[in-house]
């Protein structure tokens, strides 16, 4: 592989605009396999910002722990990335960000605090909702600037959680708001101060991500990791390795390369 990092990415930071922080290879929002894939090709390191769910199985947990069993360094936030750091963290996976800190203390238990519409990959996977970890930052940077009262605040959060997360945007939620008799001089207000100060707290801890593994590629990088633990091979495991090897022979022999599919949406 050209790089010896690998980024999987999406919605939450463009690959274009990552690259602005580490160079590295960029691949689409990681679905199962995809890290197994990954690590097949020995990099130093992994880092899962997006991937999908529900419409598709998810990056598994355990080609994770097979790669970190392997000596590759694995890291997470933002999003998708955010939540396996969570669960693997005592395990040696990376966690960086707000949102992972978040779900790490228990102080976010739910996936669809970052869960969110994308658009297909012809639109770079363009965010078509908004995740209720950015509308919670954004409603608390509100109060704090004297945009809405604390009281609106914690309405407005309620109201936010009760939407489908396909359907959560900052439009909605004002629409919901005035429904809900929300005082429409605080609406109108937050209306006016959104476009400028909208909070996008993914994009910012992709960022963090991005930026801790550059200053760790001087030096923690050079070096493979060194697994904590004992890898344990069971039935399943053993059964998605073959369906992924069979899958990954097959499309190498039809196209000459390896085409990922293309799933549809949601994603995170």
Known sequence: MKSRICVFTGPTISAADARLELDALYRPPAAQGDVY??????PLAIAIIDGY??????????????????????YGGASMGAL????????????????????????????????????????????????MV??????????????????TRLALERLAKTLYYPERS??????????????DTELRRLHEWLPAGRIDLKRDDA?????????????????????????QHTVLWDRVVRSIRTSRRRKTTTTGRTRRRKPSPPRR
């Open 207 to 231: 960022i963090a991500l991005l930026r801790v593994m550059r200053d760790h590629r001087a030096d923690r990088l050079r070096a493979r990791a060194p697994a904590t633990f004992e890898f």
């Open 53 to 74: 769910f529900e419409t598709v199985p998810a990056v598994w947990h355990k080609e994770v722990l097979w790669a970190m069993s392997r000596g590759v360094h694995v």
């Open 134 to 151: 950015n509308i919670r930052a954004t409603l608390h940077a509100a109060e704090a600037a004297g945009v809405v009262t604390s009281k």
């Open 37 to 42: 894939r990954a690590a097949l090709d020995a």
């Open 84 to 131: 396996r750091a969570a669960e693997l963290a005592d395990f040696g996976m990376i966690g960086v960000g707000a949102v992972f800190t978040a779900y790490r203390d228990g102080v976010l238990t739910d996936d669809d605090e970052v869960a969110i519409r994308v658009g297909p990959a012809e639109t770079g996977y363009r965010a078509l909702s908004e995740a």
């Open 170 to 183: 900052y439009a909605a939620l004002l629409i919901a708001g005035r429904d809900t008799g929300i005082a």
